[in-house]
């Protein structure tokens, strides 16, 4: 333990540390020598010169950490068109930004992507690094990490932020091996320990029942993968502008392990629970499979709503896994979100506290979700749901 008031950040410590186990308290440090022979002949102190930002320090690193430097946020991009959680994090990455006085910027990869620039400006970003060549036309891991490391080995950012997507995870964990650093996935919640310079990411864990900061205080950069929905979009100021950087890497198809030869879309009924402006989710309390769909299906329909599910009522049978809202399940950030005989475990809050409002519906006093809601009902959701049905439909015609 170091004892914090007795530390003159002389570094002595570090240096003898058999296991590397200690650095600088204060993460100090634009280290300078300030030996002063009149005061004190054995001195050879180490001292912080800390960076002012407008509103707080921030420390800055000294050693190979400190050549880290900036915010960088994976603009995902499918067929040309930027994924919305993307522009999420541009806004979350803006404030991680603008924390450590540091530049934001956009990592753009793909082919003929380049008219994509200009929502990524708008979005928060200083910088966008385009690497626009026909061999990224298609995700793959293989050259898309290549490609990333590449560009974090010659620019050191000292955060990377993706989209918890099937890419985004995909490629976090890849770039994450292949630079041996830390990655903490489905962050809720992101933010700076500006007097070490570190990212706060916090995300549930041991099954949800705590919030875990996970700090990766050795290792550079940074990285975290957070899910749509999670961070609110900013708005965008149309005409901000930035630095467009195109690095040359050479890519060829010829020694790469996978070929893309045909997109097949999946077939059937799209969910996307994630872009729905209100929500009717049903759970265990619903009873039965029937009675599931009647209910929260019925009040889904007259109010033109999609239907949600907790993990519960999925497991029952009643509803298909795509439907299922919270940790396992899909995060939701609806204007409006029922939940109907849903208790409120922990694992089903966390992919609904985005919701602009949430009624309860559920005959235990004491339910949790009780806890969380903005407006809560007691009493039987067969006996309520039917006679909320008209009022519902006027309020919200
Ligand atoms: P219950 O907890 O059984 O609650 C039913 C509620 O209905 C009760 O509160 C009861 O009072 C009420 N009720 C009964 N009858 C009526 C009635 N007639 N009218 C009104 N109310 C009534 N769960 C998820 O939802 N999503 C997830 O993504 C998810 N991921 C998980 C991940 C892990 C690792 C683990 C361990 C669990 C996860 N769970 C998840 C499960 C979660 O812990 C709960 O078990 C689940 O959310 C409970 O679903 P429920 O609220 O429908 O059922």
Request: with cysteine.
């Amino acid at each position: 333990e170091v004892i914090k008031d007795k530390c003159v950040e002389c570094g002595k410590c570090v240096e003898v540390c058999p296991v590397e186990a200690l650095s600088l308290p204060k993460a100090a440090v634009e280290a300078k020598t300030t030996a002063d022979p009149k005061s004190d002949p054995e001195a050879n102190h180490t001292t912080a010169t800390v960076k002012e930002t407008p509103s707080v320090k921030v420390a800055q690193l000294s050693g190979d950490l400190g050549r880290y430097q900036g915010v960088w946020v994976f603009i995902e991009q499918r067929e040309g068109r930027i994924m919305p959680v993307s522009l999420e994090l541009l806004g979350a990455g803006r404030k991680l930004a603008d924390k450590l006085g540091v530049e934001l910027s956009g990592v753009l990869l793909g082919n003929q992507v380049r008219a994509l620039v200009d929502t990524i400006y708008e979005y928060g970003a200083d910088k966008i690094y385009l690497v626009d060549h026909p061999v990224l036309n298609y995700y793959r891991a293989e050259t898309y990490m290549q490609v990333f490391v590449k560009l974090v080995n010659e620019y050191l950012p000292e955060i990377i932020l993706m989209g918890a997507t099937t890419t985004g995870r995909d490629l976090a964990g890849a770039v994450a091996t292949e630079l041996a650093t830390g990655l903490t996935a489905d962050c809720t919640a992101l933010d700076i320990d500006t007097e070490k310079r570190l990212l706060l990411a916090t995300r549930p864990a041991f099954g949800g029942n705590i919030m875990a900061t996970i700090v990766a205080k050795n290792h550079r950069p940074q990285m975290a993968t957070v899910r749509p929905k999670v961070m609110k979009m900013e708005q965008p100021v149309p005409g901000r502008r930035g630095v467009l950087i195109t690095p040359e890497i050479e890519l060829s198809e010829t020694n790469l392990l996978t070929r893309v030869l045909e997109i097949v879309k999946e077939q059937g009924e799209q969910v996307n629970l994630q872009e729905a402006e209100i929500i009717v989710a049903g759970g265990r309390g619903l009873g039965d499979r029937d009675n599931f769909h009647r209910i929260c299906g019925g009040l889904a329909e007259a109010i033109g709503a999609r239907v949600g599910a907790s993990r519960a009522a999925v497991e029952a049978g009643w509803i298909e896994q795509k439907y299922q809202v919270g940790q396992t399940g899909v995060t939701v950030a609806p204007k409006i979100y029922f939940a109907l005989g849903i208790s409120g475990a922990i694992q089903h809050l966390v992919g609904i506290r985005g919701s602009d409002i949430i009624i309860a519906i559920n005959t235990d006093p004491n339910a949790p979700i009780f806890k969380e809601c903005t407006y809560g009902i007691v009493g039987d959701v067969n006996k309520i749901v039917p006679l909320l049905i008209e009022p519902l439909q006027k309020l919200l015609a």
